[in-house]
């Protein structure tokens, strides 16, 4: 397979553990989460779970590809005064803020198992291909290192057009192996935060994991990221469980106008480090985001449940909780004054 090898990223150093190791959150050789996370999968069960991903397709995947909205430029560009998102599925979204173009985890190839025998499809087809109209990226920014959020491919793609990174600590040395100028990009342990072009961000803890291979498992960092401006403060979630972590995040940083939340890909077997979709909109109301959406779904089938089921799911729990929602198309221009909750799917 070609560019097989890259995929994994770069190996750990003696340089880079030196640097992990100053983190409080590195302790025995990892990273660690801030409760005790643990992932209930038997050994024997492993066969038996890889069958079913890899086979059982019904309603695990949409009956025919997920269109995508095509890409306005103009109009993503125009006033810089308004807060704008697109969001591609998964966890990909693109947002204008301040002035500046930022895009988070921008997984848009086709697979989500690269290094696998058999591919995660995604949900809509010729993704790659909408970086080709993407403007200047002003700032990238990766949560952690997994295939379905770090992808090879669509770094390729990007890296011509992409002025800076900010990452989770432990994912610049993906990046500077996949040919990237290491000084263009910043790391980030839990809670630190820069100021870009008059936006405060700030990385945010989660309860997850990271890794490429059999050797790396939590030899990088995971998150989430704040962006705070004059006129907005947002939120995106990262991917984890739920945790204590969540009002934490909301009394250091919130109040939040608008949350994009980690919902999908659930199952009870890891459910300490995927969230249930009622526990997606708890979290969001903890951290005290005034409106939400649902990400991490609709661009692949990486668990059991129908791939409907996290947005159907997290509708009904916002609504009994009496929080706003929105459900955009995949590729449509919104603000956060858009009352886009079409049920599309």
Known sequence: MKNFKKQFGAKLTDSDITLYSQSNNWKKGKFLNLEETTM????????????????????????KPLPVVPFDKAAFLSDDIEFKYIWYGHSVVLMRMGGRTILIDPMLGPNASPIAPFKTKRFSENTLNLIDDFPEIDLMLISHDHYDHLDYDSIEKLKSKTKEYFVALGVKRHLVGWGIDPELITEFDWWNDATYSDIKITFTPSRHFSGRGLTDRAKSLWGGWTFKTQNHNIWFSGDGGYGKHFK??????????????????????????HMYPEESVQAAIDAKAKKAMPVHWAGFALAQHDWREPAENFKIAAQEKGLDVAFPKLGELCSLKDDNDTSWW
């Open 40 to 63: 209930s999968i038997n050994f024997w069960e492993i066969p038996k779970l890889l069958y079913k991903q890899f086979t059982d397709k019904e309603k695990r995947e949409p009956a």
């Open 248 to 273: 934490e995040i909301g009394e250091k940083l919130g109040p939040f106008d608008f949350g994009f939340m980690e919902d999908g890909q659930y199952n009870e077997k890891w459910h300490q480090i």
